[in-house]
């Protein structure tokens, strides 16, 4: 059976006073109904951009999606017209973004905003979509939804307000949902209690969940399949288990190494990546990680590494076989 | 809301009273004093006695403060300003009499600044660089270069040329007959309010092109919905707000605007009755319109603050 979504190849280049950068490069990821996958990477990794990408959501001028396509549903979303696309936007896909301060119009009240896709998609009238909106409020758990129905985002503290977000991605029901660091933004504490909420209602309603994010504790816990970003490219796919038992990318197992874990060894320290987040103007001819990574061959320095099958599903885009020289290094 | 309004109404007191103080005195320190316009025009000879006599007759003798407290104990004790020097007539009749005309004249040309300069400014910034863009941004450029008087001049003049026609100088009351009396005010009105949208045009565009940028504006595209209703729903109210201010500043501007369209097509306004009241020092007349439009230019402001409540949930007044 054909996935939910496949992309591929989706290279997505900005146009910048250094000339153009591809933020994104060759790009493919898909997405099963129903299941989560985290898109991991640093900033200015290209996660974004790509889930900016397939909603076709990518400001242009600068930005332009130069190849690629996105298989959503049996139709290819970058074929086919605005107005065919604007049908998908918000109704079968919806997106959550970072930003729960600046995400919500300060001048509506919450309720329209969050009633309002399902007046856009399902021709609603006001008040049935604001009767919609109370529901939708009280699904994510917002204490005494009802009457917040009026409120404004200014009267909602930082965690509410994603709450609203998610209300809002799930007004029509979408089959999947695309969340952009939806908790970078807030507390700790109600970090975990958006992601436990998305999670469920993802769970409840069947829709795929796409979350991008650098954190690898997220990942681990809602997370069923993982790609990892690195400088607009994915380096390594694989099932969340697998990334996290076996890295085979050694970006991957950089991250993994900068993260502390509940199951590892007393007292041993957490290794930084060395080096900076590469220059995207300025991008090696081989491997975009070459002049951080341990493992660096001649060969990475001339050729650019393909998202090769390494087993099992797993993907990555590495020369270097790094089960085999694990003991070589320390 | 209403002790916040009471509040704004009591500041009024201070800078109206510094604004008397001001005009009162400021209007009495154009060089060439009515006595001496009275005497040219009426042909008396200068001498001492006439001059003196003139001067008391008017209470022109007095100290300037006796003046000032004699002019401004009238007003507040029984609102009378006073009565023209020339002839004699109530000056708060004769403003009260000229100010519906002014005000709609002003309405008039605010109404045409909004209706050209919010869409040109909405539209350039929804198209930004594109020639519909340049367009707009150079019709307001014109309008910011080309002085209002200067066109009101032309088109008096060059269509007298031309064709031999020229603008109804005879006023036509509102009261007699509405539809010719808006129709005589349209050009004077368009003329004042297109000169007047350039800035208000820029503002718009500006904030719009700021409001567009903003990550609900972002959530809104993500729902789906299409560039008129973002526009209208989602942007235009947040990037309306400074733009409300702005009329507020232009307030003066738009009054000191009457006043050369007044002077132009003959409105008998209270700018035609000002510049006239200048040129002849009726020092009441002048201070009067004078405290008048003061009035008018704080009560305007202060219901350009109110609006904002409309506007911004979060503004609220304590």
Not at chain 1, 293 to 322: I, M, Y
Not at chain 2, 183 to 197: C, K
Request: proline share 6%.
């Amino acid at each position: 059976m054909a996935k939910l979504l496949e992309v591929s190849g989706l290279t997505t280049s900005f146009r910048t006073e250094r000339g153009p950068v591809m933020a994104v490069d060759s790009v493919s990821f898909d997405v099963d109904a129903g299941e989560t996958l985290a898109i991991v990477g640093e900033s200015g990794s290209g996660k974004s951009v790509s889930a900016l990408s397939l909603m076709r959501l990518i400001p242009n001028p600068p930005g332009e999606i130069v190849a690629g396509s996105v298989m959503f549903e049996g139709q290819d979303l970058l074929k086919i017209t605005e107005a065919e696309m604007r049908a998908v936007r918000g109704d079968r896909i919806a997106m959550i973004f970072q930003e729960p301060m600046t995400s919500l119009n300060p001048s509506l009240t919450v309720g329209m905003q969050v009633g309002e896709p399902v007046m856009l998609h399902r021709g609603a009238s006001w008040k049935a979509a604001l009767e919609r909106a109370g529901e939708l409020l009280a699904r994510v758990r917002i204490p005494d939804a009802r009457s917040r129905v009026d409120a404004y985002p200014h009267q909602f503290s930082g965690g509410m307000r994603q709450r609203a977000m998610i209300a809002m991605a799930l007004a029509c029901q979408p089959k999947l949902i695309i969340a952009d660091e939806p908790t970078t933004a807030l507390d700790v504490t109600v970090q975990s209690q958006i992601l436990s909420l998305l999670k469920e209602l993802t769970r409840e309603t069947g829709a795929a969940l796409i979350l991008i994010t650098h954190d690898l504790g997220v990942v681990a816990r809602y997370a069923d399949r993982v790609s990892v970003m690195y400088a607009g490219r994915v380096v390594e796919t694989g099932t969340a288990r697998d990334i996290y038992k076996r890295p085979q990318h050694p970006y991957t197992q950089g991250l993994m190494a900068c993260v502390p874990r509940l199951d590892q060894v007393l007292g041993r320290r957490l290794v930084p990546i060395d080096g900076q987040p590469p220059d995207l103007t300025r991008l090696p001819p081989g491997c975009a990680f070459a002049p951080r990574c341990g493992w660096v061959t001649e060969r990475c320095l001339q050729e650019r590494p393909s998202l090769d099958p390494v087993g099992n599903g797993h993907l990555k885009a590495c020369f270097v076989d790094v089960d085999a020289r694990v003991g070589e290094h320390v | 809301m209403r002790a916040y309004v009471i509040r704004r109404l009591l500041a009024l007191i201070p800078t109206l009273f510094f604004a008397s103080v001001i005009v009162f005195s400021t209007v009495r320190m154009i060089p060439g004093d009515i006595i001496d316009l009275m005497i040219s025009q009426n042909d008396i000879s200068a001498g001492g006695a006439d001059r003196e006599k003139l001067e008391a007759a008017l209470g022109l003798d007095q100290p300037i403060y006796t003046q000032y407290f004699r002019w401004i104990g009238g007003i507040l004790l029984r609102g009378d300003f006073g009565s023209s020097l020339w002839q004699e007539q109530s000056v708060i009749g004769e403003i009260l009499a000229r100010l519906p005309t002014t005000f709609q004249l002003g309405f008039m040309a605010l109404f045409v600044a909004l209706i050209v300069a919010v869409p040109i400014g909405v539209w350039s910034a929804i198209r930004q660089d594109t020639w519909g863009d340049y367009l707009g941004r150079s019709f307001s450029i014109i309008n910011l270069a080309v002085p209002g008087f200067w066109i009101g001049t032309m088109v008096m003049v060059f269509p007298a040329i031309w064709w031999g026609v020229s603008p109804e100088v005879k006023f036509v009351p509102f009261s007699e007959d509405p539809i010719g009396n808006i129709l005589q005010l349209a050009l004077p009105a368009a003329i004042l309010g297109t000169s007047l949208s350039a800035i208000t045009m820029r503002m718009t565009r500006t904030m719009m092109l700021e409001v567009l940028r903003q990550d609900y504006i972002r959530t809104a595209w993500a729902k789906g919905m299409n560039e008129r209703t973002m526009v209208v729903r989602h942007a235009l109210r947040n990037a309306l707000i400074p733009v409300v201010t702005l009329i507020g500043l232009q307030a003066p501007i738009l009054i000191g605007g009457t006043v050369i369209m007044e002077q132009i097509f003959v409105i008998p306004g209270m700018g035609l009755m000002l510049l006239e009241a200048v040129s002849r020092r009726d020092y009441p007349v002048i201070t009067g319109v004078f405290l008048v439009v003061g009035v008018a230019v704080v009560l305007i402001n202060l219901l350009v603050d109110l609006s904002y409540g409309l506007l911004d949930p979060k503004v609220r007044y304590r």
